[in-house]
């Protein structure tokens, strides 16, 4: 009779509705984007696995062979990973200026062997005719002092510490 119903169809958000959205968005990019600008930990995946990999080069050629070796050096910006004692050796450049790049022999469990590897100081890993190195505990690969590569007696490279 004298009723109306008004329709209010109103397809719009509120102020404070827009306010808390942007206030969600705001603070989820701050927390996940510097995940996606900073790329370091997958630079040290990859010279990880580079180093793995010349590695199980030198093993797998040094079998019945003697003198195989797998030298590793630095000029601080770029480190060179090469094998000798073969018809074709391997050779990887990497890119390491971001990372202090250190190796060593380990003489003790849970201790870091690690020093500097720079143009004067080369580590030189020899295996035998079994594909085996002369080290009785390995030889330790370090990135900024954590330990990411081992070289085991047994001539097998591996990611993690040589314990």
Do not use: W
């Not at 040290?44 to 050096?73: D, H, K, Y």
């Not at 770029?78 to 990372?99: H, P, W």
């Not at 590897?117 to 954590?146: H, K, R, Y």
């Amino acid at each position: 009779m004298g009723f109306e119903l008004q329709n209010n169809n109103n397809h719009g958000f509120t102020l404070v509705e827009l306010v808390v959205v942007i206030l969600i968005s705001g603070i989820v990019l701050a927390t996940i984007t510097p995940r996606f600008a900073s790329t370091k930990a997958y630079d040290q995946a990859i010279i990880e696995n580079r180093i793995i990999s010349i590695g199980r080069v030198a093993q797998l050629a040094a079998f019945g062979r003697s003198s195989v070796a797998l030298t590793v050096s630095s000029d601080g910006v770029t480190a060179v990973i090469q094998t000798s004692g073969l018809d074709q050796n391997a050779l990887q450049e990497i890119r390491v200026s971001d990372f202090v790049l250190g190796a060593g022999v380990v003489t003790a469990i849970a201790s870091n062997p690690c020093s500097t590897i720079n143009s004067g100081n080369p580590l030189t890993i020899t295996f035998n005719a079994n594909a085996e190195i002369d080290e009785s505990m390995g030889v330790q690969f370090c990135l900024n002092g954590v330990k990411r590569v081992c070289v085991s007696p047994a001539g097998f490279a591996h990611s993690g510490a040589c314990e």
